[in-house]
């Protein structure tokens, strides 16, 4: 009997170990920007593939705001398969998204009456290992519920992505709270570069990793994401390519 036990015993702790050793193999898949200069900063050399990461504007107006939708629009253009776009602001510009590689054709969009109800789509859409990716803009992100939302995309492989919004300057604070996204991402929208005849360049932007798990942060001067979702540094920092970049120990690096 006790040979039979242990037996059963041993099995169980294969099979679990069987269990830990496939998510972490799918954590290292990961979606490259394709610019080298970025992807090298981070683990795997891309942005980790079932996994919660979180974005921001730098600031509270709607200029950075948007600049962060279409940052999150780019990366769920760069996969393959439809998107849940999870809402509880009817301003999201569809046309825009597009512009950023995202069509409408690809995208669910889900508009909830309150934060509850959207992270509960958030989580939902996670789990169901149909999608590609499942973005979701919040105000708030506990740490719990963020535990939850990682775990989800542990298990089905599906990158998510929380875009973080505020109604009110005083709930920006909770940006800086711990959360368990395997990245934290902060864009800002910089004046675009000077054409040589009339009109608007392409939009520009301060890409800040503010953390990674087991990586560095450091921020970038990137031109925004064009129509395949792709970025591209910019010029000015093209040019300084051979300077090394300024960098800070992630607070879970």
């Known amino acids: 009997m006790a040979a039979s036990s242990t037996h059963f015993v041993l099995s169980e702790l294969r099979e679990r170990v069987a269990r830990l050793e496939g998510g972490a193999t799918r954590r290292r898949e990961v979606l490259p920007f394709g610019v080298p ?10 942005l980790a593939l079932g996994a919660l990461h979180e974005v921001a504007g730098g600031a509270n107006g709607a200029v950075d705001g948007a600049a962060a939708a279409l940052w999150a629009a780019g990366v769920a253009a760069r996969t393959r398969g439809r998107v849940l776009w999870c809402v509880t602001r009817q301003d999201l510009f569809a ?21 509850a109800a959207v992270l509960a789509c958030f989580e939902e859409g996670l789990r ?14 506990p740490m719990t ?28 604070t909770d940006f800086g709270q ?72 992630g607070a879970d690096g």
């Not at 200069?37 to 891309?46: H, K, M, T």
């Not at 169901?128 to 992100?141: F, I, M, P, T, Y």
């Open 128 to 141: 169901h290992g149909g999608l590609s990716a499942v973005v979701a803009e919040l105000a708030r992100l």
């Open 37 to 46: 200069e970025i992807d090298r900063v981070l683990p795997g050399g891309g």
């Open 178 to 249: 711990p959360t368990a996204a395997v990245s934290r991402w902060r864009v800002s929208a910089l004046s675009s570069r000077p054409l040589p005849v009339p009109g608007v360049g392409r939009p520009r932007w301060r890409l800040e990793l503010l953390r990674v798990r087991a990586g560095e942060s450091a921020d970038f001067e990137v031109d925004s994401c064009d129509a395949k979702g792709r970025l591209a540094l910019s010029a000015d920092m093209a040019d300084r390519s051979a300077t090394p970049q300024t960098r800070r120990i």
């Open 145 to 172: 519920s963020s535990r939850r939302l990682q775990l989800a995309a542990e298990a089905s492989g599906t990158l998510g992505i929380a875009i973080r919004r505020w109604r009110r300057p005083t709930e920006a």
């Open 95 to 115: 046309p825009s998204l597009a512009q950023a590689g995202l069509p409408p054709g690809r995208v669910i969009y889900v508009e909830a009456g309150d934060e």
